[in-house]
């Protein structure tokens, strides 16, 4: 199919001429022509992702950079023009303003790529096979079986047995008169097909089912050659049905498993939904409690199959070693001279038994230290190489190709953070959104776009999930180490990005390619030698500094400006683990979309008002301040959409003369209470999360104005208040019209704000109300009695540092309660026995709660455990341990 990458970049050329072509003045007929040669060159892209093609093809290889650079040649002088066109119209001049020189230019470049488009067609007529339209996944032959996948021999199974009897247990105590399914669901490697060779070949399932029948399902979508194979459990004539269709081969498999008894079927790699559906066919209504069992990489596809599908563990680093010194030295013991780098080297495989037995096949026959030292300090580059045929690529390869070519992008784009970093989604789905990689769809944000890939990058298991938020959607993410290094390799040869480290003569690579070096991303601990060359590059577009510590990288004045002027036409600028300052050269940086800084910032400086292109700004500042005030225009910045700081921001009045009525923001985290003013959220009427710190007390006030003026905001979900000052001077209650102004919020966030336990009322009000979290202070008082019928939607709460002693919940106060989290409410003396009875409640946590309040918890437990999987996390252990005394 086309190259995902290169795709991409001609769609936002495409973009980038079409929203800009009212600014070319001058030469208004060469960029008309120049947008109708892109369009014709994104229509033969699109038409060639229909098409199989030989992705071995050099002269397809070619073609693709051709096109790059091409692209990458016109953006740079695009980006050039539009800076000088936005500074003459700010400057109110008039007429031909353009030199003849850039005029030139353009008019090149339109034949240039003119002509790449003349080469495309002929390339097109000279090598018409290539170009046939085939289905891009084939269909395997009559009669002939997908590739079976790999697996490791029963002999060498390392930490399964746990896992085997977890599978046993639930494929055996299912329910007793229904087909149930038992899916196996992991990443690439990570043993799913070794397990279910393991749970096959175990002689209780003989005890327990009739037939135990295998099928390797694979990549593809024929049900027909998937019931041959299934019927050839039960006859050995199978040629006698191969001109029969899938109906009459599901009744005939049907009818054999009628006359016999309870049949569990494996279906090993199975990729999609409808397989499912179909084998469900083959089973007879006869109520003996038939079994599938199936393994998938796919997220998706498991939970259709099963909403509690079986996730595999990773190994552990002792079982990992283990493995290792099974595939090395089979029945002997591992040397102690190499024990040390043997579990160094397992560590790196990061459970995933694949990547052991790989590494295990480079050490194998290599009994000296040294050699296994080398291999510990590359054990990625092993698992990841091309010219090896049993590396990890062939299989982590196949998840890749199967991805729509819109996330093939963004899933080697996040190989831009440094390995084994965990990732927040906010911040990886901004930076899609500011590279250009999420296309605009109608009835969608773009951010939600961006979610749902990232949401669908984890369920095909390609992200790991690190932590949730309280709403269940991801906040942190992380690429395991192996796919790490294949979406870095994969990224670097289609000039996605390139990563500054040191060769192996300890030199800074050059950054002068001006298509290989678009976007760089660079170790902090060799930024400053990088910035000893003095390095100039306009090409480069963004600029990556990401660091796992907390401590901030301190850099001289002078290197920091050297940041600012070696990469004019920047648009992605992330840099927080460095303490940066603001110069003139930063200033200039028109094409800002994305920047995130952290530095000894006490204002933002009225320049920002120049990053007409700016779409997420996060300030992070050391300053003494409790406020930092926001000098720039943000009002005039109509694609400016979310705007984080570390401690509350002073908003600027909205100017009357702006043309724009309202803003684009959705985000405002955080800002002081004295900026939520009638005039700033009218303004700001399209936000979706705001979050207000400081001193709440006058906020309160609806007389005063404050949160009344909340009401201008008809699209807030989630809405955070943060009370600064631990003492009022008189008690605050709730605005009684709180839930008027705020009824579309689903995520509430209170502390310090210390109302009463009897003005949550108002809370239980909040009829989109999901999230719920109350923290230190946010309530005061010993007892709280909600009203019944209230927290209709309500979800997740959080009780956080309460004084309360006594709760009366159950599902009459919080009909669809999923999770309760409990954290240093130690004087609770009791969870209320009742919520057992929520149908929903699914989660509960108590951190360092009495031992009365744990007991009760483990009786609510124990009463859930009974209908659903309940999950009870209690911390300390110890807690758990005196409760049960």
Same mark, same amino acid.
């Given at each position: *199919?086309?190259?995902?990458?290169?795709?991409?970049?001609?769609?936002?050329?495409? +973009?980038?001429?079409?929203?800009? &072509?009212?600014?070319?003045?001058?030469?208004?007929?060469?960029?008309?022509? @120049?947008?109708?040669?892109?369009?014709?060159?994104?229509?033969?892209?699109?038409?060639?992702?229909?098409?199989?093609?030989?992705?071995?093809?050099?002269?397809?290889?070619?073609?693709?950079?051709?096109?790059?650079?091409?692209?990458?040649?016109?953006?740079?002088?695009?980006?050039?023009?539009?800076? +000088?066109?936005?500074?003459?119209?700010?400057?109110?001049?008039?007429?031909?303003?353009?030199?003849?020189?850039?005029?030139?230019?353009?008019?090149?470049?339109?034949?240039?790529?003119?002509?790449?488009?003349?080469?495309?067609?002929?390339?097109?007529?000279?090598?018409?096979?290539?170009?046939?339209?085939?289905?891009?996944?084939? @269909?395997?032959?009559?009669?002939?079986?997908?590739?079976?996948?790999?697996?490791?021999?029963?002999?060498?199974?390392?930490?399964?047995?746990?896992?085997?009897?977890?599978?046993?247990? @639930?494929?055996?105590?299912?329910?007793?008169?229904?087909?149930? &399914?038992?899916?196996?669901?992991? *990443?690439?490697?990570?043993?799913?097909?070794?397990?279910?060779?393991?749970?096959?070949?175990?002689?209780?399932?003989?005890?327990?089912?009739?037939?135990?029948?295998?099928?390797? !399902?694979?990549?593809?979508?024929?049900?027909?050659?998937?019931?041959?194979?299934?019927?050839?459990?039960?006859?050995?004539?199978?040629?006698?049905?191969?001109?029969?269709?899938?109906?009459?081969?599901?009744?005939?498999?049907?009818?054999? *498993?009628?006359?016999?008894?309870?049949?569990?079927?494996?279906?090993?790699?199975?990729?999609?939904?409808?397989?499912?559906?179909?084998?469900?066919?083959?089973?007879?209504?006869?109520?003996?409690?038939?079994?599938?069992?199936?393994?998938?990489?796919?997220?998706?596809?498991?939970?259709?199959?099963?909403?509690?599908?079986?996730?595999?563990?990773?190994?552990?680093?002792?079982?990992?070693?283990?493995?290792?010194?099974?595939?090395?030295?089979?029945?002997?013991?591992?040397?102690?001279?190499?024990?040390?780098?043997?579990?160094?080297?397992?560590?790196?495989?990061?459970?995933?038994? @694949?990547?052991?037995?790989?590494?295990?096949?480079?050490?194998?026959?290599?009994?000296?230290?040294?050699?296994?030292?080398?291999?510990?300090?590359?054990?990625?580059?092993?698992?990841?190489?091309?010219?090896?045929?049993?590396?990890?690529?062939?299989?982590?390869? *196949?998840?890749?190709?199967?991805?729509?070519?819109?996330?093939?992008?963004?899933?080697?784009?996040?190989?831009?953070?440094?390995?084994?970093?965990?990732?927040?989604?906010?911040?990886?789905?901004?930076?899609?959104?500011?590279?250009?990689?999420?296309?605009?769809?109608?009835?969608?944000?773009?951010?939600?776009?961006?979610?749902?890939?990232?949401?669908?990058?984890?369920?095909?298991?390609?992200? &790991?999930?690190?932590?949730?938020?309280?709403?269940?959607?991801?906040?942190?993410?992380?690429?395991?180490?192996?796919?790490?290094?294949?979406?870095?390799?994969?990224?670097?040869?289609?000039?996605?990005?390139?990563?500054?480290?040191?060769?192996?003569?300890?030199?800074?690579?050059?950054?002068?390619?001006?298509?290989?070096?678009?976007?760089?991303?660079?170790?902090?601990?060799?930024?400053?030698?990088?910035?000893?060359?003095?390095?100039?590059?306009?090409?480069?577009?963004?600029?990556?500094?990401?660091?796992?510590?907390?401590?901030?990288?301190?850099?001289?004045?002078?290197?920091?400006?050297?940041?600012?002027?070696?990469?004019?036409?920047?648009?992605?600028?992330?840099?927080?683990?460095?303490?940066?300052?603001?110069?003139?050269?930063?200033?200039?940086?028109?094409?800002?979309?994305?920047?995130?800084?952290?530095?000894?910032?006490?204002?933002?400086?009225?320049?920002?008002?120049?990053?007409?292109?700016?779409?997420?700004?996060?300030?992070?500042?050391?300053?003494?301040?409790?406020?930092?005030?926001?000098?720039?225009?943000?009002?005039?910045?109509?694609?400016?959409?979310?705007?984080?700081?570390?401690?509350?921001?002073?908003?600027?009045?909205?100017?009357?003369?702006?043309?724009?009525?309202?803003?684009?923001?959705?985000?405002?985290?955080?800002?002081?209470?004295?900026?939520?003013?009638?005039?700033?959220?009218?303004?700001?009427?399209?936000?979706?999360?705001?979050?207000?710190?400081? +001193?709440?007390?006058?906020?309160?006030?609806?007389?005063?104005?404050?949160?009344?003026?909340?009401?201008?905001?008809?699209?807030?979900?989630?809405?955070?208040?943060?009370?600064?000052?631990?003492?009022?001077?008189?008690?605050?209650?709730?605005?009684?019209?709180?839930?008027?102004? !705020?009824?579309?919020?689903?995520?509430?966030?209170?502390?310090?704000?210390?109302?009463?336990?009897?003005?949550?009322?108002?809370?239980?009000?909040?009829?989109?109300?999901?999230?719920?979290?109350?923290?230190?202070?946010?309530?005061?008082?010993?007892?709280?009695?909600?009203?019944?019928?209230?927290?209709?939607?309500?979800?997740?709460?959080?009780?956080?540092?309460?004084?309360?002693?006594?709760?009366?919940?159950?599902?009459?106060?919080?009909?669809?309660?999923?999770?309760?989290?409990?954290?240093?409410?130690?004087?609770?003396?009791?969870?209320?026995?009742?919520?057992?009875?929520?149908?929903?409640? +699914?989660?509960?946590?108590?951190?360092?709660?009495?031992?009365?309040?744990?007991?009760?918890?483990?009786?609510?437990?124990?009463?859930?455990?009974?209908? &659903?999987?309940?999950?009870?996390?209690?911390?300390?252990?110890?807690?758990?341990?005196?409760?049960?005394?």
């Amino acid at each position: *199919m086309a190259d995902a990458v290169v795709n991409f970049l001609v769609e936002n050329l495409l +973009q980038l001429l079409s929203e800009n &072509i009212e600014l070319i003045k001058g030469v208004d007929d060469d960029f008309k022509n @120049l947008l109708e040669e892109v369009q014709r060159l994104k229509a033969f892209l699109d038409d060639a992702a229909k098409f199989h093609r030989d992705s071995d093809s050099k002269q397809w290889d070619q073609l693709v950079k051709d096109i790059q650079k091409t692209v990458h040649k016109t953006e740079d002088v695009i980006d050039k023009f539009l800076v +000088q066109s936005k500074l003459h119209r700010q400057k109110n001049r008039v007429g031909r303003i353009f030199d003849v020189g850039h005029i030139n230019t353009v008019r090149e470049l339109a034949k240039e790529i003119k002509g790449i488009h003349e080469k495309v067609k002929q390339l097109r007529e000279n090598n018409k096979d290539a170009f046939q339209p085939k289905p891009v996944h084939e @269909l395997p032959k009559k009669g002939a079986g997908p590739e079976q996948g790999p697996s490791l021999e029963d002999a060498e199974v390392v930490g399964f047995d746990e896992e085997a009897n977890k599978v046993i247990k @639930l494929l055996v105590e299912g329910p007793a008169g229904s087909l149930d &399914i038992v899916p196996v669901v992991g *990443m690439p490697g990570l043993g799913k097909t070794t397990l279910a060779r393991k749970i096959y070949n175990d002689s209780r399932l003989s005890y327990e089912f009739f037939s135990v029948i295998w099928v390797f !399902v694979g990549q593809t979508d024929n049900i027909k050659d998937i019931f041959l194979n299934i019927l050839k459990f039960f006859t050995k004539r199978i040629e006698e049905h191969q001109d029969e269709d899938v109906d009459k081969l599901a009744n005939k498999i049907s009818g054999f *498993m009628n006359k016999g008894g309870r049949c569990l079927i494996v279906l090993d790699d199975v990729w999609a939904e409808d397989v499912i559906d179909a084998v469900k066919r083959v089973f007879p209504e006869n109520k003996k409690g038939h079994r599938i069992m199936m393994t998938t990489r796919e997220g998706n596809v498991a939970k259709y199959a099963n909403k509690d599908p079986h996730d595999l563990k990773f190994l552990t680093e002792d079982e990992s070693f283990e493995l290792l010194v099974k595939r090395v030295f089979g029945k002997e013991s591992c040397p102690v001279d190499l024990v040390g780098p043997g579990k160094s080297i397992a560590r790196k495989c990061s459970g995933v038994p @694949l990547a052991v037995v790989v590494i295990a096949g480079a050490l194998r026959g290599r009994p000296n230290r040294n050699d296994w030292q080398r291999v510990d300090r590359n054990v990625v580059e092993h698992l990841i190489n091309k010219d090896d045929p049993k590396s990890c690529l062939k299989f982590v390869g *196949m998840s890749y190709d199967r991805l729509p070519q819109e996330m093939q992008t963004c899933f080697l784009y996040s190989s831009v953070f440094p390995r084994g970093f965990d990732i927040p989604s906010w911040k990886l789905i901004r930076l899609w959104i500011a590279e250009g990689l999420i296309k605009p769809q109608q009835a969608y944000t773009l951010e939600e776009i961006a979610e749902f890939y990232l949401n669908d990058l984890v369920n095909r298991n390609l992200v &790991i999930l690190m932590k949730k938020r309280s709403d269940g959607q991801i906040k942190t993410c992380r690429l395991h180490d192996m796919l790490h290094e294949f979406c870095r390799k994969e990224a670097a040869n289609k000039w996605l990005f390139q990563e500054i480290c040191t060769t192996a003569d300890n030199a800074v690579p050059s950054i002068q390619d001006s298509d290989a070096c678009r976007r760089l991303c660079i170790q902090p601990s060799i930024l400053d030698k990088f910035l000893l060359e003095k390095p100039f590059a306009e090409h480069v577009r963004s600029f990556y500094c990401f660091s796992s510590e907390q401590k901030q990288i301190e850099l001289s004045p002078n290197d920091i400006k050297l940041i600012h002027g070696a990469f004019p036409l920047l648009r992605v600028l992330d840099v927080e683990s460095l303490t940066f300052l603001f110069s003139k050269e930063f200033n200039q940086l028109y094409h800002l979309r994305y920047v995130a800084i952290s530095g000894d910032f006490k204002a933002l400086p009225p320049t920002f008002g120049n990053f007409w292109n700016l779409q997420t700004l996060v300030l992070n500042t050391s300053t003494s301040e409790s406020t930092i005030e926001v000098k720039a225009d943000i009002w005039s910045l109509l694609q400016l959409r979310h705007l984080h700081t570390n401690i509350p921001a002073k908003l600027p009045a909205p100017a009357t003369t702006t043309g724009r009525t309202t803003s684009c923001l959705q985000t405002l985290s955080m800002v002081a209470p004295e900026s939520c003013k009638k005039d700033v959220l009218a303004k700001a009427c399209q936000l979706k999360k705001l979050s207000i710190r400081g +001193q709440m007390a006058a906020f309160l006030d609806t007389h005063k104005g404050g949160i009344s003026n909340l009401e201008e905001l008809k699209c807030l979900e989630h809405l955070k208040l943060l009370n600064d000052v631990l003492y009022m001077n008189k008690p605050v209650h709730l605005p009684a019209a709180f839930f008027r102004l !705020v009824r579309t919020v689903k995520k509430l966030t209170l502390a310090n704000t210390r109302f009463s336990w009897s003005d949550a009322n108002r809370l239980a009000q909040l009829e989109s109300l999901e999230v719920l979290k109350l923290k230190e202070n946010a309530f005061l008082g010993e007892s709280w009695e909600p009203e019944i019928g209230g927290f209709s939607a309500l979800q997740v709460l959080r009780l956080e540092r309460s004084e309360l002693e006594s709760w009366v919940a159950s599902n009459r106060h919080f009909p669809i309660l999923r999770h309760l989290i409990l954290i240093s409410c130690d004087k609770l003396k009791a969870v209320p026995l009742e919520l057992a009875d929520i149908p929903n409640f +699914q989660e509960m946590r108590l951190d360092n709660t009495s031992k009365s309040a744990v007991k009760s918890a483990k009786e609510i437990e124990s009463k859930k455990s009974k209908s &659903i999987k309940f999950k009870l996390t209690i911390f300390p252990p110890e807690n758990e341990s005196k409760a049960a005394q």
